[in-house]
């Protein structure tokens, strides 16, 4: 009986240890990654910097557009060109 018993508390002992190490490695993790993402004023690298916006796309010729004019539900007059 007394075997098992200390089989337990040995386990248990490793399974805390363990717990602990992992717990702990994450939260200096964590850490790191808090540091290198809220450093204010830091120098970005232009070649690391490949963001490009959109081509925008031209609106249609004047004579493709159409004014539009309907009345809502409520009375309201909404119109606009489209």
Avoid at 28 to 57: I, R
Wanted: glycine share 10%; charged share 15%.
């Amino acid at each position: 009986m007394f075997g098992q018993h200390r089989l337990v508390v040995g386990v248990a002992t490793g399974v805390g240890v363990v717990g602990l190490a992992v717990s702990s490695s994450l939260l200096m993790l964590a850490n790191y990654f808090v540091e290198q993402l809220s450093s204010p004023h830091g120098v970005v690298d232009s070649e690391l910097n490949t963001w490009k916006l959109p081509e925008s796309v031209p609106e249609p010729p004047l004579p493709q557009k159409r004014a539009i004019v309907f009345h809502t539900a409520d009375g309201k007059l909404l119109c606009g060109d489209f």
